[in-house]
């Protein structure tokens, strides 16, 4: 099994920013990428943003020039940063890892982090 165990959330002023961890664990070998979803209330889960081993990112419209997705593949950590965050960025975010690609298919998922942005 894999284990991806987010940290950095919190609650934050409008313009500010948060740095988002997730650390993986257990089999990991199969993993080719890894990435970020989140999920408001109301609102469906979206994917944010995401890495390969090989280091090729994709962001979604809606963050893309404000995160930042960087992977230590050594360390089978990746680091979602945020900067410029706004109210409409408030949602549980979730670390996601697939053994393809993280818009065809998640294998694991982490529990978890909220982020909080006040206007």
């Known amino acids: 099994q894999v284990q991806l165990v987010e940290s950095g959330g919190g609650l934050v002023q409008a313009g500010g920013s948060l740095r988002l961890s997730c650390a993986a664990s257990?089999?990991?070998?199969?993993?080719?990428?890894m990435g970020w979803h989140r999920q408001a209330p109301g609102k469906q889960r979206e994917l944010v943003a995401s890495i390969t081993r090989s280091g090729r990112t994709s962001y979604s419209d809606s963050v893309k020039g404000r995160f930042t997705i960087s992977r230590d593949n050594a360390k089978n950590t990746v680091v979602l940063q945020m900067n410029s965050l706004e109210p409409e960025d408030t949602a549980v975010y979730y670390c996601?890892?697939?053994?393809?690609?993280?818009?065809?298919?998640?294998?694991?998922w982490g529990k978890g982090t909220l982020v909080t942005v006040s206007s």
């Open positions: 257990g089999i990991i070998f199969s993993i080719n990428s």
């Open positions: 996601a890892a697939s053994k393809y690609a993280l818009d065809s298919d998640v294998d694991y």
